[in-house]
């Protein structure tokens, strides 16, 4: 179902510009309660200002549509197709400076102990970023009091480690 993301000052601006509307018409396609359409109505009058939201001009619905619900009271105002937006908000998660740390603790052991590792390859040990693993190499960072393995720290597991550094010794 397609929600209006401003339904008060779409419902003021279709009391304004359409007045033939009824309000059970405006409730329904702003999906408010009919007496607060009654509310935002008797507010016209008295000069309150609220910020209108042109419903056309966002593409909510065409001015024939309005046209139509207009000339007959019992018309069901219709959104125009495509309108059927998911509004999801993404999901940040939360790293813990401690995890961070561990990152590059093991980015700096990768690269202390095996010259030849690509960025690639540490990425896939470590689960961190490129711009993580330059960082690291560029000492733009902290050094780290801990450098571990990513395995001894638990980045990775026992088989991909020991593939990657077959893949590793292959190359050489």
């Known amino acids: 179902m397609v929600k209006i993301l401003k339904p008060i000052g779409t419902s003021r601006w279709l009391l304004r510009n359409y007045p033939k509307l009824t309000l059970k018409q405006i409730s329904d396609f702003c999906s408010i309660d009919f007496v607060e359409v009654m509310v935002i109505k008797n507010q016209l009058d008295k000069g309150v200002v609220i910020a209108e939201s042109n419903p056309v001009f966002d593409g909510y619905v065409s001015i024939e549509e309005l046209n139509k619900a ?68 560029g000492n733009n960072f902290y050094p780290p009091l801990n450098i571990n393995s990513p395995l001894k720290l638990g980045l990775c597991s026992k088989e991909l480690f020991e593939e990657v550094l077959n893949n590793l010794k292959n190359t050489n």
């Open 70 to 137: 207009s000339e007959d009271n019992s018309h069901v105002i219709k959104f125009l197709k495509g309108n059927d937006i998911n509004f999801k908000p993404t999901k940040r998660t939360f790293i813990p400076i401690i995890e961070k740390q561990k990152k590059n603790s093991a980015i700096f052991w990768l690269i202390r102990n095996y010259e030849n590792i690509t960025d690639e390859q540490i990425k896939k040990l470590t689960k961190s970023s490129y711009s993580t693993i330059k960082k690291v190499k």
